[in-house]
């Protein structure tokens, strides 16, 4: 066992065993010393300063960045702004799939292009209304940016007002599936 700890990852390769092919490795020396030399994480000379988080919007203690952004009414007002915001994913656990509607913030192409804006408009739309669930998909053969999970058609036109007030003239409503929770 001593001596498997003491060979390289190379040398491990091409040793012979009964019943088992055999390998043969021709490389350069510097791909040979990439492969087989041991790597080292840097120690860093001083401990990183823990960064400083806002309280949890969740009753879990392992979630410690993200923010309730409800409690910030004005930003200029010269109260404290969170240092980070936590941006991921909303599931309702226990969620029923009913009919409703949806407001559709971007609708673009197939393309890489494409994918970055409505990923792009779904953060930016994230940050407008953090309370309300932001859905970035690729329904064929386009990229889809919607939001909201609306009952009625007049929800979804009051949400429809307020995000073309902020310069989404393109968006509209749709009418699918949608997740809502019973208690």
């Not at 092919?21 to 120690?43: F, S, W, Y």
């Not at 292009?113 to 953090?130: C, H, V």
Request: charged share 30%; aromatic share 8%.
């Amino acid at each position: 066992m001593a001596a498997d700890a003491q060979s390289t990852f190379t040398e491990q390769l091409q040793q012979s065993k009964n019943g088992e092919g055999k390998v043969t490795i021709t490389q350069d020396k510097d791909i040979e010393k990439l492969v087989n030399t041991p790597t080292t994480a840097p120690t860093p000379a001083t401990p990183a300063k823990p960064q400083q988080t806002a309280k949890p919007t969740e009753k879990s203690d392992k979630d410690k960045t993200s923010v309730d952004l409800k409690d910030i009414d004005d930003l200029t007002d010269g109260t404290a702004v969170p240092d980070t915001i936590d941006f991921r994913k909303k599931v309702m656990k226990g969620g029923t799939k009913v009919n409703g509607f949806r407001v559709q913030v971007y609708a673009g192409g197939n393309g890489r292009t494409d994918r970055m804006k409505a990923q792009r408009t779904g953060d930016e739309i994230k940050s407008l209304f953090p309370n309300e669930p932001v859905y970035v998909h690729f329904y064929s053969p386009r990229w889809i940016c919607r939001m909201g999970n609306y009952r009625t058609y007049e929800e979804a036109h009051d949400v429809l007002t307020r995000v073309k007030q902020l310069g989404y003239t393109s968006a509209v409503i749709v009418k699918g599936k949608i997740t809502v929770y019973y208690p």
